[in-house]
Each structure stands twice: as C-alpha cells, then as structure tokens.
C-alpha cells in the first residue's frame, strides 16, 4: 500500500471535510440523485485541487477505510 506523505494527508483531510460539508448542506435542502452524487466532488476539487495520482490514492484510501475502517489516511504502521 501507497504511504501517504503528512501533506497529502493534509490536503486529503481538507478535500473530505469540503465534500462531507458539501453533501450535509445538499441533504439538508432535500437534494438528491445527481445533484448529490456531482456537487460535493465539485466543490471539494475546487477547494482542494487534487492531481490525477492523488485521487487514484485518495479513492483506494476511501474504500479500503470503508471496508477495514480505522483512522481515515492515517498511518496504521506509525
């Protein structure tokens, strides 16, 4: 597995708080479907701009958190 540098737990973290807020907000308004699915990845990658090699990780470190749980991008080995 890809160890992430504090950096890019950083700004992985910042991307994730921007989309987390991003989908409550849209939740609260009654959103749904597409607009659910599109809006908080649009506002978190224009918050937190990540590289095409970044989301690879991001997304791998999402869904691996999402089925072993753990610390979200953290370091399991430090």
């Known amino acids: 597995m890809h160890e992430i540098t504090a950096e890019q737990r ?3 973290l910042e991307f994730r708080a921007v ?3 991003e989908k409550a907000k849209l939740v609260d308004q009654g959103a749904a479907g597409h607009v659910l699915a599109s809006r ?3 506002a978190a990658m224009k918050a937190v701009p990540l590289k095409p090699a970044e ?3 991001y997304k791998i470190m999402v869904a691996m958190h999402s089925v072993n749980g ?3 991008f953290g370091n399991e080995d430090a």
């Open 10 to 12: 950083e700004r992985f």
């Open 19 to 21: 989309y987390e807020f």
């Open 40 to 42: 908080p990845w649009e």
């Open 55 to 57: 989301l690879k990780i």
């Open 70 to 72: 753990g610390e979200l």
